[in-house]
T-cell receptor, first 109, second 112 residues
């Protein structure tokens, strides 16, 4: 079993839609839960991170962590064409980061 | 405000050639890492360093060599390039403990 599982998509939605991106993980030692956004031919950039179970909101983005189910989600409200990118979930424990394979999202104007 | 700078952006090599991918950061970060990104495989850690003079292997270290003589620089050397090393390579840096990891723009490498 992989430590991190992420549906690669691709996901295509109309502008204004609510987007839900998800990852599951198996390592109970993961302490920080992150979402990175990667535009085409660019490096990943941190979008949000959280330490605990529950929700964390930042503008149109909400990160949700359920440690009991080992499941994290990223919700994007009122999606915009500029949100078109690959979204990678990531986890941190000790000195190591563990990344999902990424979900490709296209928001159609 | 440069952050993490990688050079070159693109490179084509022939099998058996060697080369060095350069990475420099100006944030005085202790931790630096090299990842490769392949379709369907996500980001995989090649080597990392927790400070000048200290390096360690990641998930996929074979065929790569690193050294860290200064805090700012962390070059990645391909000793004898193979087609399996065709990939996009990212360098990243961060401070100590949990901290935001900053990535460079990547080097796209093709080995023919």
């Amino acid at each position: 079993q992989k430590e991190v599982e992420q549906d690669p998509g691709p996901l295509s939605v109309p502008e204004g839609a609510i987007v839900s991106l998800n990852c599951t993980y198996s390592n109970s030692a993961f302490q920080y839960f992150m979402w990175y956004r990667q535009y085409s031919r660019k490096g990943p950039e941190l979008l949000m991170y959280t330490y605990s179970s529950g929700n964390k909101e930042d503008g149109r983005f909400t990160a949700q962590v359920d440690k009991s189910s080992k499941y994290i989600s990223l919700f994007i409200r009122d999606s915009q064409p500029s949100d078109s990118a690959t979204y990678l979930c990531a986890f941190h424990t000790g000195n190591q980061f563990y990344f999902g394979t990424g979900t490709s999202l296209t928001v159609i104007p | 405000n440069a952050g993490v700078t990688q050079t070159p952006k693109f490179q084509v090599l022939k099998t058996g050639q060697s080369m060095t991918l350069q990475c420099a950061q100006d944030m005085n970060h202790e931790y630096m890492s090299w990842y490769r990104q392949d379709p369907g495989m996500g980001l995989r850690l090649i080597h990392y360093s927790v400070g000048a003079g200290i390096t360690d292997q990641g998930e996929v270290p074979n065929g790569y060599n690193v050294s860290r003589s200064t805090t700012e620089d962390f070059p990645l050397r391909l000793l004898s390039a193979a087609p399996s090393q065709t990939s996009v390579y990212f360098c990243a840096s961060r401070g100590t403990g949990f901290n935001i990891q900053y990535f460079g723009a990547g080097t796209r490498l093709s080995v023919l």
